[in-house]
């Protein structure tokens, strides 16, 4: 060796031989002990004994859950069905969204947590089977789609939970309900080839879209309905025009004896281009059978599935550039765009509803053409019998049933349709000269010549009520001149001494001129009552300590506010006017936001409803309007009617 060869070699080749072979043997066992450190080993798995009575899965926290993926496989179709719910960002707000419908917002918050809550621990109470061969005998086959093909069975049902990081929580595969046992499953985790039999509820864990969303699409009360209008229309897709058929408008009060009347009813001629109006014919009636339906319908619409509006419709359904370039969209689903007098709109192929309430919400909703997928409830039977829309003339829609529909929803404030307060007039003043701390409440039947500087000398609670209806409050002014209204008029019956208040006001001034004076004597001791003049008033005696009464009257014969026998009255009226006109502006708060929260929900989707609940709530003329029953009333009449009603007077009594 010479000098460049390394000193660690050349030590070594200085040992004997002895020692080299245990040097090398200690290197060897110090590098296999490293590798059986550091090198990865098989985890010694549990038996099936051992199995039984742990938890399949490990206990998490059901909140942390950020995200659920389940993987169905639809066996008849041949098709593998994802559904996954999220935590995500979405216009600046976190919010749980289903990226499989296109980020839809999920209503059911809770959904998620009871599914993880549903999933997590499990313990094995028995283990089925060891064998993958067993795999499609208990339904647990992974649905993968780069596996699967037609006509496998036993595919199970793979659920995946994952935290905001996406750590796996969770992951297991849902087979089969054990026989006479629905509420013990078969399951396996996902990579382990062992089925195990647990206690399981699938209800939470399901990929059907309906089930994540929020169920009452148009969080509508029946009883609040108060209009609907009928806008019977077709829109010619090719042509993008509209073919003008009739409109029918019903009143409905759920209140009233007769629930449902006929407001009006016109079709349209397109030669005249004029509306003709059809009544109702003696022999006819509104079929309140079917309008009970519809309204119920529109309290149950449900929907099936979503897909986001083209960019370009805004929230009233306007239709801009960009909407007119995505106009094969529309037009495929049954909607066009066209101009009818209030801009371009998008109209539908099959007409449109609006819907008012009493909250003052009035909901647009336009039905477009059928998508081509079935309705899984009216598959279920849910759905119009087969032969039930022939009844009574009926026009059978040409759409097969168990199909499904697109449908545009809207909802716009209409402050018609609250009700306004009935607001009381207030009585007129008595007559005597009004200071002006007064004058504000004794104005209006004073100054009735003068509505408008009334209106601007009222307190605001009087001017508020005057501002929401002018024309009832000069009209209480032109009136209390001459005769006060019918509510004013058991206030004044109810005046003791005043038995003449019935008589026209234009005489109230001489009446009740003298009434200062007039109670002066009253007021004053009687040895003074011969004397009541301006004389007695000097008296300094009379008027020092012992008959402050006097000067009280003759305060009261300037200002009279306590001897007003309708100060109070007035009073009260006010403050109870205000009270109603606050809880009406109240109402027309709340009703602004509900309909900007509902259209903010409906602004950027077209919805998919079953074709049996558009038949029930799309009705045409020849659908509300039914013959009369003409033979069963007279028959009922003539046997029954008068008797029984007599009977049922003297059972009251």
């Given at each position: 060796?010479?000098?460049?060869?390394p000193?660690a070699i050349?030590?070594?080749s200085a040992m004997?031989e002895?020692?080299k072979?245990?040097?090398?043997v200690a290197?060897?066992?110090?590098?296999?002990?490293?590798?059986?450190?550091?090198?990865?080993?098989?985890?010694?798995?549990?038996?099936?004994?051992?199995?039984?009575?742990?938890?399949?899965?490990k206990?998490f926290?059901p909140?942390?859950?950020?995200?659920?993926?389940?993987?169905e496989?639809?066996?008849a179709?041949?098709a593998?069905?994802?559904?996954?719910?999220?935590?995500?960002?979405?216009?600046?707000q976190i919010?749980?969204?289903?990226?499989?419908h296109?980020?839809?917002?999920?209503?059911a918050?809770?959904?998620?947590?009871?599914a993880a809550?549903a999933?997590?621990?499990l313990p094995?109470l028995d283990?089925?089977?060891e064998?993958?061969?067993?795999h499609?005998?208990?339904?647990v086959?992974?649905?993968d789609p780069?596996?699967?093909?037609?006509?496998?069975?036993g595919v199970?049902?793979?659920v995946?939970?994952?935290?905001?990081?996406?750590?796996?929580?969770?992951a297991?595969?849902?087979?089969?309900?054990?026989?006479?046992?629905?509420?013990?499953?078969?399951?396996?985790r996902a990579?382990?080839?062992r089925?195990?039999?647990?206690?399981?509820s699938v209800?939470?864990?399901?990929?059907?879209?309906?089930?994540?969303?929020e169920?009452d699409l148009?969080?509508?009360?029946?009883w609040?309905?108060?209009?609907?209008?009928?806008?019977?229309?077709?829109?010619d897709?090719?042509?993008?025009?509209?073919?003008i058929?009739g409109?029918?408008?019903l009143?409905?009060?759920?209140a009233?004896?007769?629930?449902?009347?006929?407001v009006?009813d016109?079709?349209?001629?397109p030669?005249?281009?004029?509306w003709?109006?059809?009544?109702?014919?003696?022999?006819?009636e509104?079929?309140?059978q079917?309008?009970?339906?519809?309204?119920?319908?529109?309290?149950d619409?449900?929907?099936v599935?979503?897909q986001?509006?083209?960019?370009?419709?805004s929230?009233?359904?306007?239709?801009?550039?960009?909407a007119?370039?995505n106009?094969e969209?529309l037009?495929?689903?049954?909607?066009v765009?066209a101009?009818?007098?209030e801009?371009?709109?998008?109209?539908s192929?099959?007409?449109?509803?609006?819907v008012?309430?009493?909250e003052?919400?009035?909901?647009?909703?336009r039905?477009?053409e059928?998508t081509?997928?079935?309705?899984?409830?009216?598959?279920?039977?849910?759905?119009?019998?087969?032969?039930?829309a022939?009844?009574?003339?009926?026009k059978?829609?040409?759409s097969?049933?168990?199909?499904?529909?697109?449908?545009f929803?809207m909802?716009?404030?209409?402050?018609?349709l609250i009700?306004?307060?009935?607001?009381?007039?207030?009585?007129?003043?008595?007559?005597?000269?009004?200071s002006?701390?007064?004058?504000p409440a004794?104005?209006?039947?004073a100054?009735?010549?003068?509505?408008?500087?009334?209106?601007?000398?009222k307190?605001?609670?009087?001017?508020?009520?005057?501002?929401?209806?002018?024309?009832?409050?000069?009209?209480?002014?032109e009136?209390?001149?001459?005769?006060?209204?019918?509510?004013?008029a058991?206030?004044?019956?109810?005046q003791?001494?005043?038995?003449?208040?019935?008589?026209?006001k234009?005489?109230?001034?001489?009446t009740d001129a003298?009434?200062?004076?007039?109670?002066?004597p009253?007021?004053?001791?009687?040895?003074?009552?011969?004397?009541?003049?301006?004389k007695s008033?000097?008296?300094?005696p009379?008027?020092a300590?012992?008959?402050?009464?006097s000067?009280?009257?003759a305060?009261?014969?300037t200002?009279?506010p306590?001897?007003?026998?309708?100060?109070?009255e007035?009073?009260?009226?006010?403050?109870e006017?205000?009270?109603?006109?606050?809880?009406?502006?109240?109402?027309?708060?709340?009703g602004?936001e509900?309909?900007k929260e509902?259209?903010?929900?409906?602004a950027d989707?077209?919805?998919v409803?079953?074709n049996?609940?558009?038949?029930?709530i799309?009705l045409?003329?020849e659908q509300?309007?039914?013959?009369?029953?003409t033979?069963?009333?007279?028959k009922?009449g003539?046997?029954h009617?008068?008797?029984?009603?007599?009977?049922?007077k003297?059972?009251?009594l």
């Amino acid at each position: 060796m010479d000098s460049t060869t390394p000193f660690a070699i050349r030590q070594i080749s200085a040992m004997n031989e002895p020692v080299k072979t245990l040097l090398f043997v200690a290197i060897a066992v110090v590098v296999c002990a490293a590798a059986w450190l550091t090198g990865p080993r098989d985890v010694e798995q549990p038996t099936a004994a051992d199995l039984i009575g742990t938890d399949l899965i490990k206990q998490f926290d059901p909140l942390s859950a950020a995200s659920i993926e389940i993987v169905e496989f639809d066996e008849a179709n041949a098709a593998v069905k994802p559904f996954r719910v999220e935590r995500k960002k979405v216009k600046d707000q976190i919010r749980w969204v289903i990226p499989s419908h296109q980020d839809y917002p999920t209503d059911a918050q809770n959904q998620l947590s009871d599914a993880a809550a549903a999933v997590m621990g499990l313990p094995v109470l028995d283990v089925a089977s060891e064998s993958a061969a067993a795999h499609a005998e208990y339904g647990v086959l992974d649905p993968d789609p780069k596996v699967r093909k037609p006509g496998d069975r036993g595919v199970g049902k793979r659920v995946v939970l994952r935290d905001e990081k996406g750590g796996e929580l969770a992951a297991l595969i849902i087979g089969k309900a054990v026989p006479d046992k629905p509420e013990l499953r078969y399951v396996r985790r996902a990579g382990d080839d062992r089925v195990c039999v647990v206690k399981l509820s699938v209800d939470k864990i399901t990929a059907d879209f309906e089930k994540w969303i929020e169920k009452d699409l148009l969080k509508l009360n029946p009883w609040d309905i108060t209009t609907v209008r009928i806008n019977d229309y077709r829109a010619d897709l090719l042509r993008q025009r509209l073919e003008i058929r009739g409109r029918t408008t019903l009143k409905h009060d759920d209140a009233a004896e007769k629930k449902w009347q006929l407001v009006s009813d016109a079709t349209f001629d397109p030669d005249s281009g004029q509306w003709k109006e059809v009544p109702l014919g003696e022999d006819e009636e509104l079929d309140t059978q079917k309008l009970d339906a519809m309204k119920y319908a529109l309290d149950d619409l449900k929907i099936v599935d979503v897909q986001r509006k083209p960019e370009g419709l805004s929230a009233d359904l306007k239709a801009t550039g960009d909407a007119v370039a995505n106009e094969e969209s529309l037009i495929a689903r049954g909607f066009v765009i066209a101009d009818v007098g209030e801009g371009r709109q998008v109209y539908s192929s099959r007409g449109e509803i609006r819907v008012g309430t009493k909250e003052g919400v009035e909901y647009v909703l336009r039905f477009g053409e059928v998508t081509g997928e079935e309705s899984k409830k009216d598959n279920e039977g849910n759905g119009k019998k087969e032969g039930d829309a022939k009844k009574d003339g009926e026009k059978k829609d040409e759409s097969p049933p168990g199909m499904n529909r697109y449908l545009f929803v809207m909802a716009q404030f209409n402050q018609d349709l609250i009700e306004r307060p009935k607001l009381e007039d207030e009585p007129p003043a008595a007559g005597e000269p009004a200071s002006p701390e007064s004058k504000p409440a004794d104005a209006p039947p004073a100054n009735a010549a003068e509505p408008k500087s009334d209106t601007a000398e009222k307190p605001a609670p009087a001017a508020a009520g005057s501002a929401e209806q002018p024309p009832k409050q000069s009209t209480a002014g032109e009136t209390s001149g001459a005769k006060p209204a019918d509510e004013t008029a058991p206030a004044v019956d109810r005046q003791p001494g005043s038995p003449g208040e019935d008589a026209p006001k234009a005489d109230s001034a001489p009446t009740d001129a003298p009434k200062p004076g007039d109670a002066k004597p009253a007021d004053a001791p009687p040895g003074d009552a011969k004397s009541g003049d301006a004389k007695s008033g000097d008296m300094k005696p009379g008027a020092a300590g012992d008959k402050p009464a006097s000067g009280e009257a003759a305060q009261a014969g300037t200002q009279t506010p306590a001897s007003d026998p309708k100060a109070a009255e007035r009073e009260r009226i006010r403050t109870e006017n205000k009270r109603k006109m606050e809880e009406y502006e109240d109402r027309v708060k709340k009703g602004k936001e509900k309909a900007k929260e509902l259209n903010d929900r409906f602004a950027d989707w077209y919805y998919v409803i079953s074709n049996s609940e558009f038949e029930k709530i799309h009705l045409t003329r020849e659908q509300i309007v039914k013959k009369k029953e003409t033979k069963k009333e007279e028959k009922d009449g003539d046997d029954h009617d008068h008797p029984h009603g007599e009977m049922e007077k003297f059972d009251a009594l």
